[in-house]
């Protein structure tokens, strides 16, 4: 889409899932780590900075766990003229302190259908958006075999059509995401209300001014494996995103910076402990999550 490919950098972090990684390494174009937020999670301004060069095409995103990267990155790629592309992969329906949801705020962002995400349209893939006029029909060939309205092909694309099927789960899904993420802010507001002043545990910060996602509630925790312990003991499940950051993973063992460090990302990759916050969850499901949190801290 942004014309990326060998000789380009793109700048990514390595606290999430590797396909944010890869699909840079897949058209030739070298992905750059970067650390993240302390705070928030997200890409880190400072870190970006550093990382910019010449070579510096597009930096991607990611809006994780449902929140909303900083701001500021948007004059910045602006300044530099650096593509912003979007990882919105979870973050459906996260608002921007502009009061711009996520996938309108970058030159395009990416969404995931995974079954496990806020908007999930009954199967696997995903979507791609753009607000940029001059992307949007290549986009549309793209998806279709590079045709145009013609049916004739101008350059190589695939078949990545959307089922009809799929599109109209989709649709009604969409009506219904904001009370669904009503409920799982409710949650979210729960667990940190309970967990605020737990010995070893961080609750998870919100940007001040956005409205998180929340596609994953994570624990900052000191103890990740007695706490998992615990609540898989109370019937719980619970999962640690990202214990190895992409950088350190085999795939990237020839990259130059696998074995750099990246100090944030380092510190809290396997501490970040996820616990439920599904919409479905009713209050005394929500109650067990508390009460089994609370007395991992007391054994």
Same mark, same amino acid.
């Given at each position: 889409?942004?014309?990326?490919?060998? !000789?380009?950098?793109?700048?990514?972090?390595?606290?999430?899932?590797?396909?944010?990684?890869?699909?840079?390494?897949?058209?030739?174009?070298?992905?750059?780590?970067?650390?993240?937020?302390?705070?928030?999670?997200?890409?880190?301004?400072?870190?970006?900075?550093?990382?910019?060069?010449?070579?510096?095409?597009?930096?991607?995103?990611?809006?994780?766990?449902?929140?909303?990267?900083?701001?500021?990155?948007?004059?910045?790629?602006?300044?530099?003229?650096?593509?912003?592309?979007?990882?919105?992969?979870?973050?459906?329906?996260?608002?921007?302190?502009?009061?711009?949801?996520?996938?309108?705020?970058?030159?395009?962002?990416?969404?995931?259908?995974?079954?496990?995400?806020?908007?999930?349209?009954?199967?696997?893939?995903?979507?791609?958006?753009?607000?940029?006029?001059?992307?949007?029909?290549?986009?549309?060939?793209?998806?279709?075999?590079?045709?145009?309205?013609?049916?004739?092909?101008?350059?190589? !694309?695939?078949?990545?059509?959307?089922?009809?099927?799929?599109?109209?789960? !989709?649709?009604?899904?969409?009506?219904?995401?904001?009370?669904?993420?009503?409920?799982?802010?409710?949650?979210?507001?729960?667990?940190?209300?309970?967990?605020?002043?737990?010995?070893?545990?961080?609750?998870?910060?919100?940007?001040?001014?956005?409205?998180?996602?929340?596609?994953?509630?994570?624990?900052?925790?000191?103890?990740?494996?007695?706490?998992?312990?615990?609540?898989?003991?109370?019937?719980?499940?619970?999962?640690?995103?990202?214990?190895?950051?992409?950088?350190?993973?085999?795939?990237?063992?020839?990259?130059?910076?696998?074995?750099?460090?990246?100090?944030?990302?380092?510190?809290?990759?396997?501490?970040?402990?996820?616990?439920?916050?599904?919409?479905?969850?009713?209050?005394?499901?929500?109650?067990?999550?508390?009460?089994?949190?609370?007395?991992?801290?007391?054994?």
């Amino acid at each position: 889409m942004l014309d990326i490919g060998p !000789g380009d950098e793109v700048l990514v972090p390595s606290l999430t899932y590797i396909a944010t990684a890869t699909c840079v390494s897949l058209v030739g174009a070298e992905p750059v780590f970067v650390d993240v937020e302390p705070d928030h999670w997200c890409v880190d301004m400072a870190s970006l900075e550093a990382a910019r060069t010449p070579r510096t095409k597009a930096v991607i995103a990611v809006h994780l766990f449902g929140q909303m990267c900083d701001a500021t990155l948007v004059e910045w790629c602006a300044q530099h003229n650096i593509a912003y592309i979007e990882d919105a992969a979870q973050a459906h329906g996260a608002v921007a302190e502009n009061g711009t949801k996520a996938g309108g705020v970058g030159d395009l962002a990416c969404f995931s259908f995974f079954p496990s995400k806020n908007l999930a349209v009954g199967g696997e893939g995903g979507m791609m958006v753009t607000r940029r006029e001059d992307l949007a029909a290549r986009m549309d060939a793209l998806v279709n075999h590079g045709r145009d309205a013609r049916l004739e092909s101008h350059e190589l !694309g695939s078949n990545l059509r959307m089922s009809e099927v799929t599109a109209a789960i !989709g649709r009604v899904q969409l009506k219904r995401l904001d009370q669904w993420l009503v409920r799982r802010r409710e949650i979210a507001t729960r667990f940190s209300s309970a967990f605020a002043e737990l010995e070893g545990i961080t609750v998870p910060s919100i940007r001040p001014g956005t409205h998180h996602a929340w596609h994953q509630y994570c624990l900052l925790v000191e103890h990740p494996a007695h706490l998992q312990e615990h609540l898989d003991a109370a019937g719980i499940d619970s999962r640690i995103y990202y214990a190895t950051p992409c950088h350190r993973q085999q795939v990237y063992a020839q990259h130059p910076q696998h074995r750099s460090a990246l100090p944030v990302t380092d510190d809290i990759a396997a501490r970040l402990v996820a616990i439920p916050v599904h919409h479905q969850l009713n209050d005394a499901e929500v109650q067990r999550i508390v009460d089994a949190v609370v007395t991992s801290v007391q054994v």
